[in-house]
């Protein structure tokens, strides 16, 4: 599919939602995502998906095999050895990212890989179905949704790579790109866009969000197995538990006409307390719905 067919066909959605739904009645997100049809969501990948176990709850966290298939096997083949269990976020900068898993460096990795080739974008020579937010984008040419993760693309749409919005989940390395291991963060405050394609982004918070926003700030770490703050009780592939240990998460489809009809929600606010309307929302202001 041409970008400019496929720019086309969504501001030809987009005209149709605005002529039903003008600015002052459109349609407030939480309509759109309490009145969306069940066609217009979709389960949660339980067999690419990751629960974070803290002391104050459970980290959901899907995984992006899409744009990074060797990250995302090598995050779960590490989880399923128990590596990350008794470990800890052993760095937490306000605004910016909570960095997790063995700063000592001294755990065996047991299957897993001692150094990953960098993902951090996905080439491909036909254009991947994207629902498109902003064609504009000052990162990227294009920036929308693949699959319900944010993602940017280059203007032949021959490259495409994960955006750092609040939730993103990524791989850290040092200044090697082939170096990333065990290490991981996740996004937890201003998007740090100037971060996309430098990294591998492969995964993105679904549920308990709230439980890394109240990690320890300085968490003191020393090197060991006996004294952690922030304390990563374990993490599991969720297919893995058994069905009754499950969360049964959807998420809208991006692809659907609700999750359309949200974006321009979110471009131009219909809540009577706005009084102007800026009809653009960048890509990071855009959250996929769950339930």
Avoid at 131 to 158: E, H, K, L, R, W
Wanted: a positive charge; charged letters at 20%.
């Amino acid at each position: 599919m041409k970008k400019t067919i496929l720019l086309a066909s969504l501001t030809l959605m987009a005209s149709a939602m605005s002529v039903a739904h003008p600015t002052s009645i459109i349609r407030s997100p939480s309509v759109i995502v309490k009145e969306a049809p069940a066609a217009h969501w979709r389960s949660i990948d339980n067999d690419n998906t990751l629960y974070i176990k803290l002391d104050s709850g459970t980290v959901v966290v899907e995984l992006n095999p899409l744009l990074a298939p060797n990250h995302v096997k090598q995050l779960k083949t590490l989880a399923r050895s128990g590596f990350y269990d008794g470990l800890n976020f052993y760095r937490f900068v306000e605004g910016f990212v909570a960095q997790a898993g063995d700063l000592s460096e001294s755990k065996p990795i047991g299957q897993a890989l001692k150094s990953l080739k960098s993902e951090r974008i996905h080439f491909t020579k036909q254009p991947l179905n994207m629902t498109v937010v902003d064609p504009n984008d000052s990162y990227g040419a294009t920036t929308g949704f693949i699959n319900g993760f944010s993602v940017a693309t280059n203007q032949q749409q021959s490259q495409y790579w994960q955006t750092h919005c609040p939730g993103a989940f990524a791989m850290a390395r040092d200044n090697n790109p082939d170096s990333a291991s065990t290490e991981f963060y996740v996004v937890i405050g201003q998007a740090p866009r100037y971060l996309d394609r430098n990294l591998t982004v492969f995964g993105q918070v679904r549920q308990g969000f709230e439980h890394l926003q109240t990690l320890k700030r300085r968490p003191e770490t020393n090197g060991s197995t006996n004294i952690m703050d922030n304390q990563i009780i374990s993490i599991k592939v969720a297919s893995d538990l058994p069905l009754k240990d499950q969360v049964k998460l959807k998420i809208m489809t991006t692809l659907s006409s609700s999750f359309v009809e949200l974006i321009q929600s979110r471009m131009n606010r219909p809540e009577t307390f706005f009084i102007e309307r800026a009809n653009y929302v960048d890509i990071c202001g855009v959250t996929v719905p769950t339930k």
